[in-house]
C-alpha cells in the first residue's frame, strides 16, 4: 500500500497485489480525495504500482474502472494502462 500526503494529511493511496516473477500485478484500490485531485497524486501512486509491479519480476500490471468513471479511466490511460476487455450483464432475476 502507498500513501499519498499532503504535510501530514493523508489525500489518497493505492493497493497493489504484487505479482510472482513473470506474473501480472493487480491495482486492487486507487483512491484520492476529490479535493487533491488533479495535483499529480494519482499519477505517483500508479507510477509506484507500475515500478513495484516491475522490481518483482512482473511482467503485466492490471486493474479495472468501473462504466461511467471516466477520471479512473483516464488515470491508469495516461501511464499506458489501456483496457483490453469489457464485460457486459444484465441481471435476469
Known amino acids: 500500500v502507498w500513501v499519498a500526503m499532503i504535510g501530514e494529511v493523508t489525500v489518497g493511496y493505492l493497493q497493489l497485489r504484487l505479482p510472482a516473477p513473470g ?9 484520492v480525495q476529490p479535493g487533491a485531485r488533479e495535483l499529480g ?5 500508479v507510477a509506484a504500482a507500475i515500478t513495484a509491479t ?5 511482467v503485466e500490471i492490471d486493474s479495472f474502472a468501473l ?11 495516461r501511464a499506458g494502462i489501456t483496457a483490453r476487455k469489457i464485460i457486459v450483464s444484465k ?3
Open 23 to 31: 506474473g501480472t500485478g493487480e491495482v486492487v484500490q486507487v483512491y
Open 41 to 45: 497524486f494519482g499519477d505517483d501512486l
Open 54 to 58: 516491475k522490481a518483482a519480476g512482473g
Open 67 to 77: 462504466p461511467g468513471d471516466r477520471n479512473t479511466k483516464n488515470l491508469y490511460e
Open 91 to 93: 441481471r435476469l432475476v
